[in-house]
């Protein structure tokens, strides 16, 4: 299949590295240092002890390149509505696009039931703009389920993690969904087709949101979180209040709060993504990740007053740096 990864990072490079040495057509949108390294000297993967490199086309343009089977988004999301209108180069008549992004996708209310039905929510498209230029069929989200960082340019490094689950917008199995976690798991990945995506992308929100900003706040690992008496039970209660919400709304979870925290922490002494980027300098996800819990939880009439009390704390830190 032919495939671009648009924000050939972290988790788009395993993307990008796994299927082009499994034999699929790819190409990648990057940029800076990384676009590079990677056109110089070939994309390098790390994982398990293994270590490999593969040429792929990058590009900072994707006016550069042809229409594709498969537009896998990977980039963050405060990036994505500034070059959503340079995406339609890439897009056929069959293409599909592929969120595998954090937090909640712009699409995400079109196939639901009850408060959320058909809304559009301000804090993941606040103009509109992602909707009017990329929605479309089919139209496919993808949960990552890993963790990996950019060590150097041209080097992704897999730390943990091996899990991408692919279901269909619309709610239902589709061939494309199918095909896509077929290729991940001939790639190396453990790949699923899921029929219920919406539910697997809220549930990893709700780890996302929970462990990610205080990490950022406090500078902790994924388990370091875990095991400080302090702020574990501050993450705690952002999950009960998301998982509230999401019942609320028609996306309940089983899991409890203490074991997401747990199942988190399994990554390790591993900094989340908006910590790492906090580190760095770039634009933090607070929209997409947390101020969504926020809106959606006053759409559904359930207080969340512990997320939003992080919330106010992370986008003051951000700002300070300007990165929000």
């Not at 699923?192 to 990610?212: C, P, Q, T, V, Y």
């Amino acid at each position: 299949m032919k495939v671009c990864i648009v924000g050939a990072g972290a988790i788009g490079g395993i993307l990008a590295a796994r299927l082009a040495r499994a034999g699929h057509d790819v190409s990648a949108i990057a940029r800076g240092a990384h676009l590079l390294a990677i056109q110089e000297r070939g994309l390098t993967l790390k994982w398990a002890g293994e270590t490999f490199m593969v040429d792929i086309r990058a590009v900072a343009d994707a006016a550069d390149l042809g229409p594709q089977d498969y537009v896998i988004l990977t980039l963050k999301a405060p990036a994505l509505p500034g070059i959503a209108a340079s995406l339609t180069t890439l897009l056929g008549p069959d293409t599909a696009i592929v969120t595998a992004m954090n937090g909640v996708p712009w699409w995400f209310c079109h196939a639901l039931t009850g408060p959320l039905a058909g809304r559009s929510l301000s804090s993941t498209d606040p103009n509109g703009l992602l909707a009017e230029t990329l929605t479309r069929e089919p139209l496919l989200g993808c949960v990552v389920h890993a963790g990996a960082s950019v060590p150097e340019p041209g080097v992704v490094d897999h730390a943990a993690g091996n899990l991408f689950i692919v279901g269909d917008a619309s709610r239902r199995a589709s061939a494309p969904a199918g095909a896509l976690a077929d290729a991940f798991t001939d790639a190396g990945l453990d790949g699923r087709a899921s029929d219920n995506i919406h539910g697997e992308i809220w549930m990893k929100l709700i780890g996302n949101m929970g462990m990610g900003p205080i990490c950022a706040l406090t500078g902790a690992t994924l388990a370091g979180l875990a095991g400080d008496a302090d702020v574990r039970p501050i993450a705690a209660a952002m999950m009960r209040e998301a998982m509230d919400v999401g019942t609320a709304l028609g996306l309940p979870m089983t899991m409890s709060a203490e074991a997401r925290i747990d199942l988190g922490a399994e990554l390790g002494e591993f900094k989340p993504s908006i910590l790492q980027d906090l580190e760095r300098g770039r634009p933090l996800e607070i929209d997409a990740m947390v101020t969504v819990v926020s809106e959606m939880g006053a759409i559904a009439n359930i207080p969340t007053p512990t997320v939003d009390t992080v919330l106010a704390l992370l986008r003051g830190r951000a700002r300070r740096d300007g990165l929000y």
